[in-house]
């Protein structure tokens, strides 16, 4: 432990908050032998002595692609509180570790039940829970571990990743990381003269050099060297570090009895498996009896901790895998294949490793392990059980069949450049008329969001998605959305919109179907925006049984510029998504109603979803999502006068622009156009929202630049730009026409009301305040400042008072500062007073204290509110804790009135 102690510090500090009733996480990096498992072991030690519980988990190489094998490994260790669990989480959890033979419904959902069941147990006594080689670990418990790992800093909860290398895995979730650095040549020549003293000053020299303050090579080096004659630890020439003290190792096994080296190979190639499956295999192997006795030598050399199957160290594992022959590990893996019956995953492995050609037979039981992992919620150790199944398939059509599966696979874990790579491997092949779809498929969702995707393409992709789904509704449908959703992000052309469009209208599905409702709005909003509209009306009368549906059509209501019917159906999805775990569905579906809220001017609300929205989206990984709600966060920010517009809108803008994402870019500059126009810079305004109607500009959007019509006339007409206004309005009115759009209408409307002479101004301001919808009071608000201002202009001061007190009092309500602030200058001009509005209790909270505070005042427990917000009751706790002097309250019990107080009024003003 030379030259660690920062490294020490920070560990313990850990322990003693878990011991303390705090949490936290830390990911402990660096190179083989550079010390970490050591200083996590010494952290353990100093837990165990302060009363906390250790559990430990260990990633293992061979079992990489098993599904939840080290989520399953802690999971035993808590067992016995698995039945105290929620039902949903409780009978997630157990599919997820193979517990129950059901499908996993959502992997969130799982991780939802690991922090409860830690939590749970962390009351009973602080834990502190250790994950060693986590480089090795599959993909479903990593994710499962950041999930927790992003939640327990009010529980007595630490919990410690032990890594060689920061991937995607864990560095995306945002833990903090502790990097231990090579040693100091000082600490260096301080540890080698005590584990070796007396080296001549050359070969210490030399063990020094090579070892480049590495503690395993400065304490290993010189056993090889005394051992074997420093053949293998001072091999002249250059060899990485790691190398050369795998062969250090690999000299030690090369002078065992060949049963031991037998049951070494055995235990580094079985993973987790028990001595008995080893000494059973090694007997199948040598065809003779193998006994317990076989480990003796290797305890003797060093190699292995005790009489168990425990290696001092992994690169023991990997020197057993190098010293191995091919042939000898084939023949390994095939005698423990044959061993692990009633194991089908692990020994599907274990027969794929011991064939060396094509094999149909070990194919298709990797096929069934895929199975078996998606079931379970493991896409990326389903992933790869296809992608080797597809190695050892010989039949054409089968390999094409698993490549794409493989390939589609990728896409949903986020790993575009695989999914890339095996989509060229299935093009390679005679594909047939299905898989030619969905390799078209799989080829537009790796440029979906990106503007230079072609045309010609997109409208192939969906014409031949109608043929597909006659016999494959699924598939059609899934590929269609792959053509339409270009359409929203990208700008694939007039022609291959009408096609799409055209495409949808031909999809053998009833017409009232959610997907194809959605999908018409996504692709021609305005040509079938009357036929959209009805059937979202009549979708709201039904009830609410499909949230995947009711997410759909909130984003098919903002496109066809609905928002406040946007708002009505995402809510309606909200709870059930929650309840199901479908967290990356919900970060969308909040999006919508984040967006819907910004539109409305609901900046409460918009700042609610818009919160949660972005931590969902980052934390399922979907840029396009995170890069739309930093653009409507930007948008709250303009309404609310926040001067974070600015900061928001160029944090979208840096996720967008290079992918070409449209809507967010559009989002952006209507945000940064109603920022200025609420700052009386309207040269700044018309530039801005002139991008969005500008079809040569990348923030052009053909259907969201209609929420952005009255704000870019009023800025035209305030920077002597009238004329490029009137040229927009005669271009936009037709549109008006094949759809009842309430975002274009009223935009329509009330930007003729802003061109028009004195004499015909003030009917055209009437008719635009008679055509806002009753469930958009912002619009309406906002109608009322503009026929303020031009009463007070044209000498009426005392009618203006009234409307434009009227515009005020919504504004304040809703909590839309910046257009208030306006509506208040001009009752000053207009000859009343007009002071600003104290800041609500409510109004101090953070996003996430509001959301608590709501349930609890809804009567929900902690442990509700948990299950609803994906948080510890224990974070629960804290957030009231935090937000009771806020509100000047000491209980639960007082939430509902103080909340219902300030609801009431703004529900009073709109």
């Known amino acids: 432990m030379l030259g660690r102690e920062t490294e020490r510090r920070a ?40 009363g906390v519980r250790v559990l430990t988990a260990v990633g293992v190489e061979s079992e990489e692609d098993v599904a939840c094998a080290g989520l399953h490994q802690l999971v035993h260790q808590l067992r016995d509180g698995i039945d105290d669990l929620p039902g949903p989480q409780r009978a997630a959890l157990r599919a997820a570790v ?56 009010s529980d007595p909860l630490a919990l410690v990743v032990v890594t060689r290398g920061l991937d995607d895995r864990l560095g995306g979730a945002g833990l903090p990381v502790l990097a231990l650095d090579p040693l100091t040549d000082e600490v260096s020549g301080e540890l080698l003269d005590a584990v070796a003293p007396g080296l001549g000053p050359q070969v210490r020299r030399r063990l020094l050099e090579e070892a480049a303050g590495n503690p395993l090579a400065l304490t290993e080096l010189p056993v090889a060297l005394r051992s074997v004659g420093g053949a293998y630890a001072l091999t002249p020439g250059p060899l990485p570090l790691t190398e ?3 062969r250090t190792f690999t000299a030690r096994v090369s002078r065992l009895p060949v049963d031991t080296r037998a049951v070494l190979l055995l235990a580094a190639l079985n993973g987790d498996g028990t001595l008995d499956e080893c000494l059973a295999a090694a007997a199948r192997m040598l065809g003779t009896a193998v006994g317990v006795a076989a480990l003796g030598p290797a305890v003797d050399a060093g190699l292995v901790a005790g009489w168990g199957m425990v290696f001092r160290h992994p690169l023991v594992r990997s020197a057993l895998h190098h010293a191995a022959t091919a042939a000898e590990r084939q023949a390994a893996h095939a005698a423990l294949a044959a061993e692990l019956q009633g194991q089908p995953d692990r020994q599907a492995w274990h027969r794929a490793a011991a064939t060396a050609g094509p094999d149909e037979h070990a194919a298709r039981d990797l096929d069934s392990t895929a199975g078996r992992a998606l079931r379970r919620g493991g896409v990326a150790a389903a992933l790869g ?158 009830s609410a049984e499909d949230p995947e549906g009711d997410q759909l059509l909130g984003g098919a209501a903002v496109t066809v510029g609905a928002p406040a019917l946007a708002s009505r159906l995402t809510a309606r999805s909200l709870d059930a998504l929650r309840a199901q775990g479908r967290l ?20 409460r609300a918009g700042h609610l979803a818009a919160e949660e929205a972005a931590e969902l989206a980052r934390e399922t990984g979907q840029p396009l999502v995170h890069a739309m709600v930093h653009a409507i966060r930007a948008q709250l920010a303009a309404v609310c006068g926040d001067p974070e517009a600015e900061a928001w809108a160029a944090e979208a803008e840096r996720t967008a622009l290079p992918g070409g994402a449209r809507p967010a870019l559009a989002i952006v500059q209507m945000a940064r156009g109603q920022a200025a126009l609420c700052q009386g810079r309207y040269g700044d305004a018309f530039g801005h929202l002139r991008r969005v109607f500008d079809p040569a500009d990348p923030a052009f959007h053909p259907w969201l630049r209609f929420y952005g019509v009255a704000e870019l006339v009023e800025a035209a007409v305030r920077s002597d730009s009238a004329e490029a206004a009137r040229v927009l309005l005669e271009e936009l009115t037709p549109l008006g026409e094949p759809t009842p759009s309430p975002a274009l209408l009223c935009g329509l409307r009330l930007g003729h009301a802003l061109l028009s002479p004195p004499s015909a101004a003030e009917p055209r301001y009437r008719e635009a305040l008679d055509a806002v919808p009753v469930d958009w009071p912002f619009e309406r608000a906002r109608v009322h400042l503009a026929l303020g201002e031009w009463l007070r202009r044209h000498r009426r001061p005392a009618e203006s008072r009234v409307v434009l007190q009227a515009a005020r009092e919504v504004f304040d309500a809703l909590g839309a500062s910046a257009w208030a602030e306006r509506a208040r200058q001009e009752l000053r001009a207009a000859g009343a007073s007009s002071p600003r509005r104290d800041l609500a209790a409510v109004d101090r909270l953070t996003s996430t204290e509001l959301h608590v505070a709501q349930l609890a005042a809804q009567g929900l427990t902690n442990r509700e509110i948990g299950e609803r917000l994906y948080v510890s009751p224990r974070t629960v706790s804290t957030h009231l804790q935090r937000m009771f002097p806020k509100l000047g309250v000491t209980s639960r019990g007082e939430l509902a009135a103080v909340l219902g107080a300030a609801m009431t009024y703004a529900e009073d003003v709109v």
């Not at 093009?427 to 045309?455: F, K, N, P, Y």
């Not at 579906?589 to 001017?601: D, K, P, W």
């Open 244 to 246: 050369r003290l795998e």
């Open 385 to 542: 059980a296809l992608r080797r199944a597809a190695e050892l398939t010989a039949d054409p059509s089968a390999r094409a069949d698993r490549l794409l599966r493989a390939a589609e696979l990728a896409l949903e874990s986020g790993q575009p450049a695989v999914a890339a790579h095996l989509l060229a491997q299935a093009r390679s092949l005679d594909l047939s008329v299905r898989d030619q779809g969905r390799a078209a498929w799989v080829g537009i969702a790796l440029v979906e969001g990106s503007a230079q995707g072609e045309g010609t393409a997109t409208a192939e992709l969906a014409e031949l998605a109608v043929g597909l789904a006659a016999g494959e509704p699924v598939l059609g449908l899934r590929m269609l959305w792959g053509a339409v959703l270009h359409c929203f992000w990208g700008e694939p052309g007039p022609d291959a919109r009408r096609r799409v469009a055209a495409a949808v209208d031909r999809m053998p599905v009833d017409a009232d179907n959610a997907d194809l409702v959605a999908l018409r709005a996504y692709c021609a909003p305005v040509e079938r925006g009357r036929a959209v509209l009805e059937s979202l009306a009549g979708q709201l009368e039904r």
């Open 98 to 153: 193979g517990l129950a033979d059901e499908a996993v419904p959502d992997l969130y959902l799982v991780g939802l039940a690991a922090l409860t069941l830690l939590s749970d147990a962390a009351v009973k006594a602080p834990l502190l829970v250790v994950v060693e080689d986590a480089h090795w670990m599959d993909r479903a418990s990593l994710d499962v571990l950041g999930f927790v790992a992003r939640r327990i800093e």
């Open 584 to 603: 990356s569905m919900l970060a969308r579906a909040l999006c919508v109603q984040a967006g819907s809220a910004a539109r409305l001017g609901d900046v």
């Open 11 to 50: 560990l313990a500090a850990l322990v003693e908050r878990a011991a303390s009733g705090a949490g936290g996480a830390v990911v402990v990096l660096g190179a083989p032998g550079i010390g970490k498992s050591t200083l996590v072991a010494e952290a353990a030690a100093r837990a165990a002595g302060h």
